[in-house]
């Protein structure tokens, strides 16, 4: 079975530029899930998907930030226009149920560096 | 505001010592508890779960941790470590406070086992 996948592993931009993140959940996961690392930091919940629809956006730092899963498949986050403070491990999780017991699958997350 | 803490950042152990690992939360209630754990190069993946029943919880790769509630916390055990258990281990906890769907990450412990 495959696993969540993220794309690209790695994203170095220079400020004021454009990313977009994409992550493909394990295929019939409902629900998908955004966190992020800033170096050194903890790991912070960003939003939450159900199916298509935005569950949970409180994580969002702010509004150059915009997730989407179109089609309740796969997602994207797009960071524009990118700041300093951007940077980070951004990971991408699925999971079956909404129980909140279930375990979370990991992507291996996209290294950005923003200069 | 609600928040995991994990003591040590940076953990070194020798080959078969013994591990535990620190976790405390601030929250009151109903919580589910788990710890992650993220190999080199790999993705972040489950090492055991609490939601209820039995306090003393065991994982994979020989792992326990206990859950007590009047302490707060939720410390990861084992016996006897082993090289291949250098990695990066994160609790997290989720409650009816955060929204079950809702993980809030410590900051990592930092792993080393010397052969």
């Known amino acids: 079975e495959a696993g969540v996948t993220q794309f690209p592993s790695h994203s170095v931009i220079e400020k004021g530029q454009t990313v977009t993140l994409r992550c493909d959940p394990i295929?019939?996961?409902?629900?998908l899930y955004w966190y992020r690392r800033v170096m050194g930091k903890e790991i912070k919940f960003l939003l939450h998907f159900v199916k298509e629809s935005k569950q949970d956006e409180s994580g969002m730092p702010n509004n150059r930030f915009l997730a989407e899963r179109t089609g309740g498949t796969y997602s994207t986050l797009k960071v524009q226009p990118a700041e300093l403070e951007d940077s980070g491990v951004y990971f991408c999780?699925?999971?079956?149920?909404?129980?909140?017991?279930?375990?979370?699958?990991f992507g291996s997350g996209t290294q950005l560096s923003v200069l | 505001a609600q928040s995991v803490s994990q003591h040590n950042h940076h953990v070194i152990l020798s080959e078969a010592a013994s591990l535990e690992l620190g976790c405390n939360y601030s929250y009151g209630g109903t919580v589910n508890l788990f710890w992650y754990v993220q190999y080199p190069g790999q993705h972040l993946q489950l090492l055991l779960k609490?939601?209820?029943?039995?306090?003393l919880v065991k994982g994979i790769k020989g792992f326990e941790a206990e859950f007590i509630k009047s302490k707060f916390s939720f410390n990861l055990r084992k016996p006897s470590v082993q090289w291949s258990d250098t990695a990066e281990y994160f609790c997290?906890?989720?409650?009816?406070?955060?929204?079950?769907?809702?993980?809030?990450f410590g900051t990592g412990t930092r792993l080393l086992v010397s052969p």
């Open positions: 295929s019939g996961h409902d629900n």
């Open positions: 999780a699925s999971s079956q149920g909404t129980a909140g017991n279930e375990k979370l699958f």
């Open positions: 609490y939601f209820s029943g039995d306090p």
């Open positions: 997290a906890v989720n409650s009816m406070n955060t929204g079950f769907q809702k993980l809030v």
